[in-house]
């Protein structure tokens, strides 16, 4: 056998030689190479696992096995596309990533697709183009299948290394992600410690992020042996939270008059919102938290400022430090063990 797949070593050396003087970049599959040199599949995952250790070639999950490039980086520039640069936590992240980048000579370039996947199209399809070492795609409505996954393919396929921010379109890609289930644990103790029984709730439901929240609390009521009542929770998209932030609260204001007599406290899906349901809770005479407790995810300059909110974020630091470092790994064609960002309580006024 190591006979077999030292032969195969050698024969896949000589082929990537001449993938670079062709300007290809990815291998044959396992299934191909085994049918093209006769062998077992699993006599090509050892010849590959050799050649990966040599740092010869660099090995997806689910996408296949790349050629390195000869120089550490393919390119100076990684490109960021999220809904909106500009708003709520991204110009931190960005300033935080900027800044990592900038020490390895890489230049960040972000990009606002407005949740269209036509603009996300665009930028992805400019990328073939330019050439970015990395892409770190923020998804537009998670939870739902993307009319881009295929282009992202051929991004990928193309060389261009593709890192995912909270959540991903596909499972087997490269995701920086937030443990929300533990801070929604977190958020549920803190109210349960505080003698709250009925608890309502609104979340995301075509995000992955907002599932993930809602199974969190949904899993820590039930192991606190807390009531869950289905009336109590609200399931909203993304066009409805977009709704409530430029002003039209109907959504947000019939959940009040329904929920908040039976209810001592909710769980909101962002600071954000929570903000602007203790605005509108205000407005209705309704005390917070005399009346009723709010608290919600993300920990950012919502919670800190006016409102003053209860919130479970991920530690100082350790989202900008977790992008990072996926990304300058991506970006050097290394490999890179990623684990959800912890999350913790920072405890305010509002519950």
Known sequence: MAAKYQDIVNKLELEIRQSKKDGANKLPSEQDLA????????????????????????????????????????????????SDRDGYIMPELIKGLQSRLEKKRLTLRTFSTGNSYKKEKEYLSAALGSKPSCIVICPIRSALPSPNIRLIDTVRDSGIEIVYLFSSYASNNMTISVDYRSGAELLVRHLSGHGHRNIAGLFLMDDQAGIGRY?????????????FDEDSFMLFTTDDLNDIMRGNRTVLDNFIKKNLPGNSAVICHNDPLAHEFIRLAGKRGIKVPGDISVVSFDNSYYASGEGSITSAGPEPGALINALAGAVISASERRALKINPVAMELSVRTSG
């Open 35 to 82: 049918k093209k040199y006769s062998c077992s599949r699993q006599t090509v995952r050892s010849a590959l696992d050799v050649l990966e250790s040599r740092g010869e070639i660099v090995k997806k999950k689910g996408a296949g096995s790349f050629i390195a490039s000869s120089s550490p980086l393919s390119s100076d520039e990684v490109w960021l596309i999220t």
């Open 215 to 227: 199974e969190g609390v949904l899993s820590s009521l039930q192991d606190l042996n807390l009531t």
